[in-house]
C-alpha cells in the first residue's frame, strides 16, 4: 500500500562540530599542490548515484572591508569577466579541492573538480558572484567510444596476448552483433577474444588484463569466439578510455565478473538468500558503445541487470584527492553497508544528541511501481526439417511437347506473362496453406501439408501450431566436421513413394541438386531458376545417397528434363512412367518461442503478480533438428527425439530473474537531513531502521521464510555550507534500473 509521512524538527539542536573546509587551487605537478582561495567559500557539494561528477557550488566572500583590508576583489566586475585575473580569481577549468581536516589531522578531501559556471546576480541591495564546479570525472567525457580494438584473426595472432596483435579499426564498437540467421550464428555473434587469452598491457605504468574484439564471423572448430558479459565490456572500456587512471581510478579488472553475476533462488526454492543463490552470468544483448562517454555507457549496461555506478571521491595514501569508479549491485545480494538514522521515540522526557542525527525526514514507499513478474519474449523455435515437396501446379502431358515448353523459358516471359505460367513447372512446395497442390497419385489436392510430427500437440490433444506460411532459411542447424553450418539442400529422388507435401520418412535413394533453384521468399518450397526448364542442371560432382549408402549420380547427363519428367514422364530409366519427387531440407519456424517467465515471490509486498515483458527476439535462440531431416543422424539423433543444438534457456531464465530481482519491491523514495556535516553516509549505502522509533524499512517480506531483506538506498548525499548552518542531505530510494528495457 502506498504511504509516506514527513518531519520536520525545526528547532532541532546543530549536533556535531561545525567543518571549517577551505577551498584550494589544486595544481598535482606543483611542489605545493594546494593554493587557498580565501575569499571564496563553498556553498554546496551534491553526489548522485549513476554516471554523473559530483557538482560543487561556490561563492565569492564580496566586502569593502575586506577588499581594503586584503585586496580581495569586492565587485563582479573584477571576478566574472572571462578574462579576469588575479590570485583571487578562480578562472574557467581551474581544478578545485574543497579539503578539511581529520580529527587525526589527515586531510579530509569533500571535492575535488574543475571550475565551469560563473554567474552574477545583482539586486538593488547586493551583489553575488557565484560558479559551479565539475567533478574531476568529467574529464572521462572529453573522448566518447570511437572505433575498436581487434585482434588479428589468423590463428597465431588469434592467441597474442601480447597486444601486437591487436589493431585499432574503426568499425563500430559493438558487442555481440545480432544475426537473423538460424542456428548457432542467430540471435547474437560472439566476438571477443577466446577465453583464457585476454590482453596484458602495461599502460602508465599499470598493468592490466581485458579481451578485446575479434572478427564475429571466424568458422573454426573449436569455435575460439566468446561472448562478452557486462564485466567484459565494462573492462575493455576502461582499458581503452582511462588506461592510465589519470583523473579517476577503477576496480580491478579481474574482478568484475565475478561481482556482475546475476544471483537468483536456488533451483525449487521461492525465497532468496546469498549464500545459497544461483549465480549465472549476465551476456550483454547486442550492444553498440559508438559515439558516447565511456561513464555513460557504463551506467547504462549495468542498469539492464539492476547494477549501479558512482565517483568517490578522498585522499589517498599520499593525502592528495583521489575518485575512484566503484560498481555495485542493487539487489538482494548487495553487499553495500548498512546503516542506521537515529530519531528518539516521541515523547522522551530527556534529549540525548548521541541518539538523535535527524533534523528533517521526509519518506514515501510506492508500491504502484512494482514489477514482480517478468516475461522474456525470445525467437520463436526454429527446427531444422526435410519436407518432401509436391508441385504447386498441374502438369498436363502436352506441355512436354517442344512448341509449348517454350512458354515456360524465362526469357520468354513479359509484363503481361501469367502468374500462373511462371510457376508452371518452376514452384514445388510443402503447400502448408492448402493453396493446391498436385499429388502423387495424379490430383489436385487444397489439404495443407500436415506438420503435427514435427510440431506436436499439446498433452491433451491441442494443436501447438497455426496452419501459416513457413518460408526456409538458406542457413541450415547442422554443421560440417569444421562447425560449418551447412546450407539448405535440395534433392531429386526416382524410387522415393512414400507421402509428398509432407515430412520425410527417410526412405527413398536421392540425389542433391547444386544449382538451378532459390528458396521461395514467402512460403515453403523453391523455385526453379533455370532458363530452360528442360535443362535443369544437377551440378557436377553429384553422388546419390540412400538406401544402402552412396551411389553414381542418377540424372542422365546431369540434367533434370524439368517439364518432360512431371508431365510426361518415360516408362524407361530414371522415371520409369513415374515424375520424380524433390525434398527440400530447411529451417523454419515454430509457432511458440521458449517458455521463458519468473513469477511472482512471496517476497514480492503485494498479493498480484504484475507482469511485463522484455523484447529479446533478437538474442536467445532454441534450435533443433527434426528426425526427420537428411542431416539428423549425422548430427547425433538418437531415432526418435530432436537433437537440439542451441539453447538459451538457462541464460534467457538468468535474465528474466535479473529483471524480477531488480523490479519487485516498492520503491522508498525521500530524504533525512543531519543538521551537520558528517561523512558517515555514502552514496551506495542501504538504511535499515529509524533508530529509537523502532522503524524498519525494509522493502520486502518473507524473512520469516528465509527471505533476505532489502533496504532503501542512499542515492544522493548533499553537504551544505550556506547559511550560518551546516547539513547533510541523504536522498533515498530503491529505485532500481530504471531505464529503456528495451536496451
Given amino acids: 500500500m502506498p504511504g509516506s509521512f514527513d518531519l520536520d524538527n525545526t528547532n532541532a539542536p546543530l549536533y556535531g562540530d561545525a567543518l571549517a573546509a577551505g577551498v584550494y587551487l589544486y595544481d598535482p605537478a606543483a611542489d605545493n599542490p594546494f ?31 575586506v577588499a581594503i583590508n586584503l585586496g580581495w576583489p569586492a565587485q563582479f566586475e573584477e571576478l566574472w569577466p572571462i578574462d579576469a585575473q588575479g590570485p583571487y580569481v578562480v578562472n574557467p577549468d581551474d581544478r578545485l579541492v574543497v579539503m578539511a581536516t581529520n580529527p587525526d589531522g589527515s586531510p579530509l578531501i569533500l571535492f575535488d573538480g574543475f571550475a565551469q559556471v560563473p554567474q552574477v546576480d545583482v539586486t538593488p541591495s547586493n551583489q553575488r558572484v557565484t560558479f559551479t564546479a565539475v567533478g574531476v570525472a568529467i574529464r572521462e567525457w572529453d573522448n566518447p567510444v570511437s572505433g575498436r580494438v581487434q585482434r588479428n584473426s589468423d590463428p597465431t595472432g588469434l592467441v597474442d596476448t601480447s597486444g601486437g596483435s591487436d589493431i585499432s579499426i574503426d568499425l563500430p564498437c559493438r558487442f555481440n552483433p545480432s544475426e537473423t540467421d538460424v542456428g548457432g550464428r542467430g540471435g547474437y555473434l560472439p566476438n571477443r577474444t577466446p577465453e583464457g587469452k585476454d590482453t596484458v598491457k602495461s599502460v602508465g605504468g599499470l598493468s592490466l588484463s581485458y579481451p578485446v574484439f575479434i572478427d564475429p564471423g571466424i568458422e573454426r572448430s573449436p569455435d575460439p569466439r566468446a561472448y562478452w558479459s557486462i564485466g567484459d565490456a565494462i573492462g575493455y572500456l576502461l582499458a581503452q578510455y582511462n588506461g592510465t587512471q589519470l583523473y579517476t581510478g577503477y576496480p580491478n579488472l579481474d574482478s568484475l565478473d565475478t561481482l556482475l553475476q546475476v544471483e537468483s533462488p536456488a533451483q525449487g526454492q521461492d525465497t532468496f538468500t546469498p549464500a545459497d543463490a544461483q549465480t549465472a552470468p549476465l551476456t550483454i544483448r547486442d550492444y553498440d558503445a ?106 498436363s502431358i502436352g506441355d512436354a511437347q517442344s512448341v509449348i515448353r517454350k512458354q515456360y523459358f524465362r526469357s520468354s516471359w513479359n509484363a503481361s506473362t501469367p502468374a500462373a505460367t511462371r510457376r508452371q513447372y518452376r514452384w514445388y512446395g510443402a503447400d502448408e496453406c492448402g493453396d493446391g497442390h498436385w499429388t502423387s497419385s495424379g490430383s489436385w489436392s487444397t489439404s495443407p501439408c500436415d506438420l503435427s510430427t514435427i510440431f506436436p500437440p499439446d498433452d491433451d490433444g491441442t494443436p501447438s501450431y497455426t496452419v501459416r506460411y513457413r ?80 551411389a553414381a549420380a542418377m540424372v542422365p547427363g546431369g540434367d533434370i528434363r524439368g517439364v518432360t519428367w512431371w508431365a510426361s514422364p518415360p516408362q524407361g530409366a530414371p522415371t520409369n512412367g513415374n515424375p520424380p519427387v524433390l525434398r527440400l531440407t530447411t529451417v523454419i519456424r515454430d509457432d511458440l518461442r521458449m517458455p521463458i517467465s519468473a513469477g511472482k515471490r512471496i517476497a514480492s509486498p503485494t498479493r498480484y503478480a504484475r507482469w511485463r515483458s522484455i523484447d529479446a527476439r533478437d538474442h536467445f535462440q532454441y534450435a533443433g533438428i527434426d528426425p526427420s531431416s537428411m542431416n539428423y543422424k549425422t548430427q547425433g539423433g538418437n531415432g526418435t527425439d530432436p ?24 520503491p522508498l523514495a525521500g530524504s533525512a537531513t543531519v543538521p551537520y556535516i558528517t561523512t558517515y553516509y555514502n552514496v551506495g549505502d542501504r538504511i535499515d531502521q529509524i533508530a529509537g522509533r523502532d522503524v524498519s524499512l525494509t522493502t520486502n517480506i518473507g524473512q520469516d521464510q528465509g527471505e533476505a531483506p532489502t533496504y532503501p538506498w542512499v542515492v544522493g548525499v548533499s553537504w551544505s555550507f550556506e547559511g550560518d548552518r551546516q547539513s547533510t542531505t541523504l536522498q533515498l530510494s530503491d529505485r532500481r534500473a530504471e531505464h529503456d528495457l528495451r536496451t
Fill in 35 to 65: 593554493s587557498l582561495f580565501p575569499n571564496v567559500r563553498c556553498l554546496r557539494i551534491d553526489f548522485r548515484e549513476g554516471p554523473e561528477p559530483p557538482v560543487a557550488r561556490f561563492e565569492y566572500v564580496l566586502s569593502d572591508i
Fill in 290 to 395: 559508438s559515439n558516447r562517454p565511456y561513464p555513460e555507457v557504463v551506467a547504462e549496461l549495468l542498469s539492464y541487470a539492476g547494477f549501479v555506478m558512482r565517483w568517490d571521491t578522498e585522499a589517498n595514501q599520499n593525502g592528495l584527492p583521489f575518485t575512484q569508479l566503484r560498481i555495485y549491485r542493487r539487489d538482494g545480494a548487495a553487499t553495500s553497508p548498512i546503516k542506521s538514522i537515529y530519531l528518539d521515540a516521541a515523547g522522551t522526557p530527556t534529549l540525548d544528541p548521541s541518539r538523535n542525527n535527524i533534523a528533517r525526514l521526509h519518506l514515501a514507499r510506492d508500491s504502484n511501481s512494482i514489477v514482480n513478474a517478468w516475461q522474456v519474449e525470445t525467437q520463436q523455435r526454429l527446427v531444422e526439417v526435410s519436407i518432401v515437396l509436391a508441385p504447386l501446379y498441374q502438369p
Fill in 471 to 550: 518460408p526456409g532459411s538458406q542457413t541450415l542447424i547442422s554443421t560440417d566436421s569444421d562447425g560449418n553450418f551447412l546450407r539448405a539442400d535440395l534433392a531429386i529422388s526416382f524410387d522415393y513413394s512414400g507421402p509428398t507435401a509432407a515430412p520425410w520418412d527417410g526412405s527413398g535413394t536421392w540425389q542433391t541438386i547444386k544449382g538451378g533453384w532459390r528458396l521461395l521468399p514467402n512460403r515453403l518450397g523453391i523455385e526453379v531458376t533455370a532458363e530452360d526448364v528442360e535443362q535443369w542442371a544437377t551440378g557436377r560432382g553429384a553422388f546419390a545417397a540412400g538406401g544402402s549408402g552412396p
Fill in 643 to 666: 537433437v537440439v543444438a542451441r539453447n538459451d534457456t538457462d541464460a534467457a531464465m538468468a535474465h528474466a530473474y535479473q529483471l524480477r530481482g531488480a523490479h519487485e519491491f516498492p
